[in-house]
């Protein structure tokens, strides 16, 4: 299988955390980790970059590189009040016109705004210039309080960290969610966050912490195979129910009963790609009991079913009865 080539087009100044999301998931070789991309950055003026953090990168591609990317990602646009350069626009556009995936981090979801590539569409960015996108593109539908969204041909997420959740999406879709989690072990961070932007967007009242839930959440994961309720979680973190949604909701975007739901597909993704076990017993090691409730549950999060995504992602084998 030959590599699929991801390039980041950098801007000045450019942003070198923004670019680093993109060069640790797609560029960085792992020891035990077969190389799924070759990565690459470009620029239209190669030579040396500034960067936000006072120090020139050197870059020795031109927009050419983009003719032969399958990938092609903007990490952040910083001087977004200025005009793009028309050789910038055009670059992006033939990219996408020949099919490439155009992946914008942060604030690079305004360069595919100038370009049109989000004209009636969904997008985000930075919740705090989120507003700023919404004004000045207003056949875009913004959402400010995503992480990312894949729109399989166009993608774009919000700032800085997230950039990383959006490049993990997209190696997950890419190659499996067993490879993106070895990527992300790695990296010693989670390969999936939950919830919405707006969670960080601002602090919490002071005197006031929210109650950790890593411990419920622990205690949930390791019991996937039980018939666990939202109740069960309340019960747990000894509080009630409705107090349970409120913490959810603030620490993590998401409700009790999806995130339980989320966990469960996500681990039958694990059994998909990992074992050669029937649905009806991966169902009930994931708590879905039965294997019809898998397969709807299982289309209508990951888009596709467990047969097909085995077929894509799961290791070769006989005793793959689905």
């Known amino acids: ?125 930075h919740w705090r210039i989120a507003a700023e996108l919404a004004a000045r593109f207003p056949d875009v539908q913004v959402e400010p309080d995503t992480l990312y969204i894949d729109l399989g041909d166009v993608a774009t997420s919000a700032g800085t960290a997230a950039g990383i959740d959006l490049c993990l999406h997209l190696a997950r879709t890419d190659h499996g969610a067993a490879h993106a989690a070895q990527i992300a072990r790695h990296m010693v961070m989670p390969p999936h966050r939950e919830g919405g932007q707006l969670q960080y967007a601002a602090p919490a009242l002071a005197g006031h912490p929210p109650e950790s839930l890593a411990a419920v959440l622990d205690w949930a994961v390791e019991r996937l195979h039980e018939p666990l309720t939202v109740d069960d979680l309340a019960a747990q973190a000894r509080i009630s129910p409705r107090t349970l949604a409120r913490r959810f909701a603030g620490q993590l975007g998401v409700a009790p009963g999806r995130w339980l739901l989320q966990q469960r597909i996500m681990a039958a993704r694990t059994f998909l790609e990992e074992t050669d076990l029937p649905v009806e017993t991966i169902a009930t090691r994931v708590g879905l009991s039965s294997a019809t409730n898998l397969r709807r549950r299982f289309h209508a999060m990951v888009h596709t079913t467990p047969a097909a995504y085995r077929r894509s992602f799961g290791r070769p084998g006989p005793g793959t009865s689905l």
């Open 1 to 125: 299988m030959s590599a699929h080539r991801v390039v980041a087009l950098v801007l000045p100044p450019q942003s070198t955390f923004e670019l680093a999301c993109a060069a640790e998931v797609f560029g960085t070789r792992r020891p035990g980790l077969p190389a799924r991309y070759a990565f690459g950055v470009c620029a239209e003026h190669p030579g040396a970059v500034p960067t936000l953090a006072s120090y020139d990168m050197m870059v020795g591609q031109g927009l050419a590189a983009l003719e032969t990317a399958g990938t092609v990602v903007i990490p952040g646009w910083h001087l977004r009040e200025q005009p793009a350069s028309p050789a910038v626009i055009d670059a992006v556009r033939r990219a996408h016109r020949r099919g490439a995936r155009i992946v914008a981090i942060c604030s690079g979801a305004f360069l595919l705004a100038e370009a049109g590539l989000l004209a009636h569409r969904r997008a985000t960015t």
